[in-house]
Structure formats: C-alpha cells, structure tokens
C-alpha cells in the first residue's frame, strides 16, 4: 500500500470518499428500525412479531427469498410517516460512511388503504430528505416544479430549500417488473415531473423472473425520448432474450450483470455501459458460490467502468465501506487503485456537470490525505 499513511485497510475504506450508485430505499433500512416497526405492528395484531423477527434478522438468503423479504418490508414501511422516517436514516447511514453522492432509488407505491399516490409517496421521500440532520444534505437542483399532483400540499412548498453541501443526494424512481405498463408510464411522468426535486433517472427493478420485457420497454421508451438516463437491472437470471433487448436500448447503466455470457460481456464493452456491482449482494444471493469467480476482476483488468455498490445494505448487512475493502482485499487493488476506482465513479452518475466538478474537487482535496 502506498499511501494513507498508517491507516489500516478498513478504516482507510470508511475514510475514502465514496459515490452509491445503486441503493434501494427499503432494501437500505436499518435491521434495528425495522424490528422496531415490526414490534408496534405485532402490538397491533397486524403481524406475529415472534415469526417476523426471526425472518428479518436471517442471514444469507436466495433471490427468492429477498422478495418475500421486501413484501413485509413494505408492510412494515409503506405509509408517509415511516417512509420519511427511513429515507432520512438512510441518508444519514451512507453519509455516516462517508458517501459523498448518493443515487437513492426507490419504488413510488400507489396504498389507497394509506391514502398513498405514487406522488404523494415521493412527497415523503422528499420530506425524508428534507429531515436529514446529521449531515448537510445537497438535494434541490432547482427551486421551483410544475407538479401535476393532487397534493394538498405542493411539492413546491416543501419546506426550505439548500443547506450547506456535505451529501449530494439525487433520487432514480424504479419501475418494478410486477408493475403495469400504465403504472410504469405514470412513474416516468413523475420522475419528469420530480426533475426539480432531485429525480435523476429511472430503474428497472423487482424479481427477475415476473414480468414481460415488452410491459416496460413503452415506459422506458418514453424516459428515453424525455432525455431521462435509465439503469436497468440486467441478467439476474439466464434470460438471454431479455438481455440482449436490455442491450438494444443502451441504457446509460446496468446492474448486477450476474448471468452475461461473452457475446453479451462484449456487447456492453463495445457499448461502454458502465456496471454496477454489488459484491456481498451477488455471493448472498448464490449467484458466485466464491467471491473469486466474480466478474469484477476481468470488467476491473479490462478497464470497463464499473461501480461498486451496496444495492441493499439493510438487507445484505453491508457498507459501501465494506464493499470496497471487500474488492481490496479480495482482488489484491491497493490504495491508489481503490481510490481511483471510487473516483471513477463520478463518471457514471447521472448528476449535472456543475455537480460531477464539485465531486471532482472532493477526490483531489482528499487524495492528499488518503494517498499521498
Ligand atoms: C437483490 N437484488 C434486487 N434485484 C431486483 N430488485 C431489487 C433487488 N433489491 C431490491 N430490489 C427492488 O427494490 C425494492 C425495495 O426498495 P424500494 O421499495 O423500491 O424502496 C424491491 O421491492 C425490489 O423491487
Ligand atoms: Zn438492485
């Protein structure tokens, strides 16, 4: 190791500077708020405390099983109150790790029983983010939105606008794959109209083995004709139609990429799609039955862009720290490396130029301390 002076690996991975690329909201709740929630909910006879606990605090779990999994956590979750509640722990969480940008994703939930809009779902999020206040939080890109939403209260009129910069934090809205084609378009409609509030980009996300390709392609067409980037969770099973159709949109971004074959691998080189991965996510989950078998060391070798991340830190009891001493120590990358590798990252945001240029300043004010 050449630098960051005698700063142990782990310490020096929580100190680096780090951009999250793909952290969904209810998959990045902490375990002790979710008990905590799952505790009132088992007070009110709503769920059997007893069985729950147990399933929230398991580790190790197929993809089968974390659907499921996000099925109660949006039980538990999925009113105003409580999605503001976690979107400001979270926030807090990857600041506390020294996440310096943020792209928060999450799934904008229509709960007539809640009186919950997909709009008014965000409208939480938003208060969520407004609420953070261990960090200085940079959110708003711009004052004012046309909200085309029933609202009692605007969006607009959302509190006070930006404090001082310490996170920038910008949202994508997923799609998930059990949605509609109605559905879909009406979260792109808000993503365009959120554009103001932080809203970057669009996701596809959800179990891998629901949904057609051709239910979301008019929603992710549209985003595209809108000018709004697309990530796309891609190959997290053998679906090889699906993929290549994933590939013919050129999505700005693809995650997890766990199930691409060669002639798929040299499409997204050809294409310079940058990846993002999820390490601890993708060994949990069963798909590498070692952490050596992953791809990351031939995208790494080939100098593809990738990005690591934690995709669902609650769930998967990770860090963004964690996962980049995981790549360290694993691949053999030392300070310099890893620290480029984080910087990298700036480029695959879907962030503005202004912004991209103050991550930028970020890395070289801190490349004297952590590498020099
Ligand atoms: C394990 N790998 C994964 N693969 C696919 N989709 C995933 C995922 N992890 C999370 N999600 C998606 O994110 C939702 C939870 O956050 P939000 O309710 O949107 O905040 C899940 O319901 C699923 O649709
Ligand atoms: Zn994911």
Same mark, same amino acid.
């Given at each position: 190791? *050449? ?6 690996? =782990? *310490? ?15 998959? +990045? ?16 006879? =709503? ?26 956590? $949006? ?6 109150? !409580? ?6 722990? =979270? ?28 709009? +008014? ?9 407004? &609420? ?17 939403? +029933?609202? &009692? ?45 932080? =809203? ?13 390709? /051709? ?9 595209? *004709?809108?000018?709004?980037? %697309? ?10 139609? *699906?993929? /290549? ?10 995650? $997890? ?15 310079? %799609? ?16 070692? %952490? ?24 998967? +009891? ?23 590798? #984080? ?5 695959? !945001?879907? #962030?503005?130029?202004?912004?991209? $240029? ?15």
């Amino acid at each position: 190791m *050449e630098g960051g002076g005698d700063m142990g690996l =782990v *310490e020096w991975c929580r100190e680096l500077p780090k951009i999250e690329l793909h952290a969904h909201l209810n998959g +990045s709740v902490r375990d002790s708020t979710l008990l905590e929630l799952a505790k009132d909910l088992g007070e009110k006879g =709503v769920i059997a405390f007893a069985d729950v606990a147990h399933v929230i605090m398991k580790n190790g779990r197929s993809l089968p099983e974390c659907f499921k999994l996000f099925d109660l956590y $949006h039980l538990l979750t999925t009113d105003h109150q !409580t999605v503001t509640r976690i979107t400001k722990e =979270v926030i807090e969480d990857f600041a506390a790790e020294n996440v310096v940008y943020l792209e928060l994703r999450t799934t904008p939930k229509k709960n007539e029983a809640k009186g919950m809009t997909k709009c +008014s779902y965000m409208k939480a999020v938003i208060d969520g983010i407004r &609420a953070v206040d261990t960090v200085d939080v940079d959110f708003v890109t711009s004052g004012t939105s046309n909200v085309n939403c +029933s609202e &009692a209260t605007p969006l607009n009129c959302i509190g006070s606008p930006i404090k001082r910069k310490k996170i920038y934090v910008r949202l994508l809205l997923s799609i998930d794959r059990r949605e509609t084609t109605a559905a879909a378009l009406e979260t792109v409609n808000l993503a365009m109209d959120l554009k103001n509030f932080g =809203v970057v980009g669009i996701d596809l996300s959800g179990n891998p083995v629901i949904g057609e390709w /051709q239910t979301f392609l008019p929603a992710l067409k549209h985003a595209k *004709e809108l000018g709004l980037p %697309i990530t796309l969770h891609c190959g997290e099973v053998p679906n090889h139609k *699906e993929i /290549q159709a994933m590939l013919d949109i050129c999505p700005q971004r693809i995650g $997890h990429a766990c199930f691409l074959v060669e002639e798929e691998w040299k499409r997204v080189k050809f294409l310079k %799609i940058p990846v993002e991965i999820c390490l601890t996510s993708n060994i949990r989950t069963g798909r590498f039955s070692s %952490i050596y078998d992953h791809f990351f060391a031939d995208l790494y070798k080939a100098k593809h862009q990738v990005a690591l991340c934690t995709d669902d830190s609650g769930l998967f +009891s990770t860090t963004l720290s964690n996962e980049f001493y995981l790549a360290a120590s694993t691949f053999g990358l030392n300070k310099d490396e890893m620290f480029l590798l #984080a910087r990298s990252a700036i480029q695959s !945001t879907f #962030a503005d130029d202004e912004v991209k $240029h103050e991550l930028t300043k970020i890395y070289d004010d801190a490349a004297n301390r952590l590498i020099i």
